[in-house]
């Protein structure tokens, strides 16, 4: 595997030809690990949503533990993504609390994006975890953009310092988009549906606002495409990048 990535450091190089190169590869050459754990496990980072190319909003972070679940220092974590992705730092060792953070950058294709972080253990195994992000196109960008002026007072339980949660005021909860569960039963007809006429187009509550007059057709289909990509479970196993080791 070593010899793998040396491999694509030299053809990199060739192929680019620039100063990043010599960086890249003095990057490249693996921390030496003072410590080995059993598992790789996720503190934070997984399941974000993002713009195809750009950085994700939190970075990811990892712990290492031992076969007793206490937290490793000094092991070394790799991490993998599709073709695209990028790590800041792409390896390091875990700190004194056993956790290595890293800063990802998403490639420029949308879609569910499999990460992957990865430890050896004492006897020489490789042990990963993987991690799931969204990178969104241009549509499902617009479609989030779309969901944070109009939707998400009332559909996300969340306050943020711009937005007051409008969610624990209402008679009748909504889902918050990312509730596969729900939303995934709902045609793309009774989707355009109820965001076009209101909730009592589906015989839901009128506390669900009729957005017809407000949005075009095309924002409430670039809403409908955000939705889709981001409900968890998937909407589609479809569209799922996965990373390469
Ligand atoms: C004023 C609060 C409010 C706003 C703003 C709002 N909704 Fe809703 N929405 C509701 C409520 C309440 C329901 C649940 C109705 C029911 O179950 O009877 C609902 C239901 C829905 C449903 C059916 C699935 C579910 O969550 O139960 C969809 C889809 C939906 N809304 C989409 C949207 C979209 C898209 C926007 C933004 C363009 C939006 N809503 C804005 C209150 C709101």
Redesign the pocket.
Known sequence: MKKKNVALGLWLCAALMSAGCARKNAQSASPVASGFGAAVVESSGGKQIATAGTTLPQPLVVQVNDEQGAAVAGALVQFYGPAGTSFDPPQMLTDSSGQATTNVMLGSMAGRYQLMATTLTKAHKTVDLKMEEIALDYQRAWGQT??DK??S???SPESTPERVS?YDN??????P?T?GD??NK?SDAD?LA??SHG?PA?N??P???P?GY??SKAE?QA??AY?RTISDPPYQTSGMVYAKK
Do not use: Q, W
């Open positions: 779309l969901d109009y939707c007072r009332c559909h409008n209402l008679a009748v909860k909504p889902h988009f509730e729900t939303l709902i989707l109820i965001i909730g589906l839901k509550s506390l669900m606002p957005y407000t949005l409430m809403l409908i939705i």
